[in-house]
């Protein structure tokens, strides 16, 4: 029985209307960039999401291939085509991965591509759904850098701590042979095993180090701290080198802070100590200390007159153990910026240099205001 002609009518009436309300809200859609393929990866049409996600109007995008989306390396393994290929065989595929905006950056999406087929099973294009969850990436990247800087930091403390007892056990045996046998080495012997005790208290002042960097940020317990009488301490503690050094060290006035007393003791007296040790020679140091409140932060700075650094190495020196300068010239682990580092990192902050070899360099370091 054949659909009265009005009945027939109002059904593609119907069928159009409700096409068009489809294509309305896909269009409408701002969560997900929803756009189709030909079946060569044309894109075809372009709906508000794609353009917020991926920063192209309708205008700049319609008639390009989608490979535009994807990064360099991506497009040299001809990942694209490989999706569309995917998606012919199975029906559908989805992955995760880095795609690029117009304007060059990144962003990590989830893309579903849709093989569309017509009533002979022939592919006539794709649809693609691309949803922006760099958020979530991000988050988790910065969980996974947080368990991997924990599983660090244990494996260093327990690597560290067995380290211990051998090592006093060779440093027992180097210091009886000093104590009893040193009279009968010959100079060689002698030579040798003098080298022999360096290295061994070299040796421990690297595990003590590695000790005190793997405790860095545990347990940890806040207070007020005011850091004009920390300072004072810290000059205290370093009496004797201050003293030795004819050093003259200037303090402003600085904030009080809600902090943990001994990692600010520890960072101050490693700077502070730093200015005093990398002197020039025959001039005494001369350290400024200051604290200005920019925004929400504290900005501390510390200045000195000492020898400077050169400008390729102001990133390397809070690198852990890296040293610009034979032990010989001057004394000390390599660790000490590090643990400044670390302990600015705790608080949110950053720590910086500016420095001219010769001149002299100025360490900055941020910690956040009440």
């Given at each position: ?58 205008e700049?995008?319609?008639?390009q ?30 992955m ?25 099973g022939?592919?006539?294009g ?71 005790t ?8 690297l595990?003590?180090?590695?000790l ?53 003791e ?12 990398f ?6 140091p ?11 932060v ?35 682990t ?15 902050g ?11 360099s ?9």
């Open positions: 029985m054949k659909m009265p002609l009005q009945a027939k009518h109002l059904q593609e009436i119907i069928h159009r209307s409700n096409e068009e309300y489809y294509k309305k809200m896909v269009e409408e859609i701002t969560d997900y960039a929803i756009f189709l393929l030909d079946p060569a990866g044309i894109i075809r049409t372009w709906n508000k999401g794609a353009e917020r996600i991926k920063g192209y109007t309708s700049e995008i319609i008639g291939h989608f490979r535009i989306f994807y990064t360099p390396a991506d497009r040299k393994k001809g990942l694209p085509e490989k999706l569309l290929q995917q998606a012919v065989t199975f029906g559908k595929t989805n995760e991965g880095w795609r690029v905006r117009k304007d060059g950056t990144t962003f990590w999406a989830n893309i579903v591509i849709t093989a569309l087929h017509d009533n002979t022939n592919n006539i794709f649809t693609k759904i691309t949803k922006d969850l760099t958020d979530r990436k991000l988050m988790e990247d910065v969980r996974q850098l947080a368990q991997k800087n924990k599983e660090l930091e244990q494996l260093v403390y327990i690597t560290s701590h067995d380290l211990q007892e051998p090592l006093s056990s060779i440093t027992g045996f180097a210091n009886i042979l000093e104590q009893y046998y040193k009279g009968q080495l010959d100079e060689d012997g002698r030579k040798y095993l003098h080298y022999l360096q290295s061994c208290a070299h040796m421990s002042n595990i003590k180090a590695l005190d960097y793997s405790l860095i940020g545990r347990e940890r317990k806040l207070e007020r701290v005011d850091c004009n009488q920390l300072v004072s301490e810290v000059t205290g503690n370093l009496y004797h080198a201050i003293h030795e050094n004819s050093a003259k060290i200037i303090v402003g006035e600085l904030p009080k802070l809600d902090a943990n007393f001994i990692e600010l520890l960072l101050f007296q490693n700077l502070i100590g730093n200015a005093i040790k002197r020039k020679k025959d001039i005494s001369e350290i400024t200390i200051k604290a200005s409140k920019r925004n929400d504290w900005e501390f700075s510390i200045h000195d007159n000492g020898i400077g650094i050169d400008e390729k190495f102001q990133e390397k020196i809070f690198n852990i153990f890296q040293r610009l300068h034979n032990k010989s010239e001057f004394e000390g390599g660790i000490g910026l590090a643990h400044c580092k670390k302990i600015v990192s705790l608080y949110g950053n720590i910086w240099v500016e420095s001219t070899p010769g001149e002299g100025t360490f900055h370091f941020t910690l956040p205001c009440d």
